[in-house]
């Protein structure tokens, strides 16, 4: 029974100096539960970076109502056209 007890005092003791050499290079916040698995928990810090104008519409964007303003005055065009014809 001594040779386990001593054995798991080992564990123990070489645990925690584990544990402390971690806490020591990263600042994390260790959950030591009694019995059962060991887990730690990351809290990544928020980074922000410099803000960029960005624009409201995409190149695409503006291309793609560009071409259909155009069609939209192409046909209306020739419907005046078609019209005027009729007519005379």
């Given at each position: 029974?001594?040779?386990?007890?001593?054995?798991?005092?080992?564990?123990?003791?070489?645990?925690?100096?584990?544990?402390?050499?971690?806490?020591?290079?990263?600042?994390?916040?260790?959950?030591?539960?009694?019995?059962?698995?060991?887990?730690?928990?990351?809290?990544?810090?928020?980074?922000?970076?410099?803000?960029?104008?960005?624009?409201?519409?995409?190149?695409?964007?503006e291309r793609?109502?560009?071409?259909?303003?155009?069609?939209?005055?192409?046909?209306?065009?020739?419907?005046?056209?078609?019209?005027?014809?009729?007519?005379?």
């Open positions: 029974m001594t040779t386990k007890t001593n054995a798991s005092v080992e564990i123990n003791n070489t645990t925690r100096a584990n544990q402390e050499d971690l806490y020591s290079k990263e600042k994390i916040e260790l959950i030591v539960p009694t019995t059962g698995k060991l887990y730690f928990e990351h809290k990544p810090e928020l980074v922000f970076c410099k803000p960029h104008l960005m624009p409201l519409k995409s190149q695409a964007l793609l109502e560009e071409m259909q303003r155009d069609t939209a005055r192409q046909l209306q065009e020739k419907r005046l056209k078609g019209s005027h014809k009729a007519k005379n």
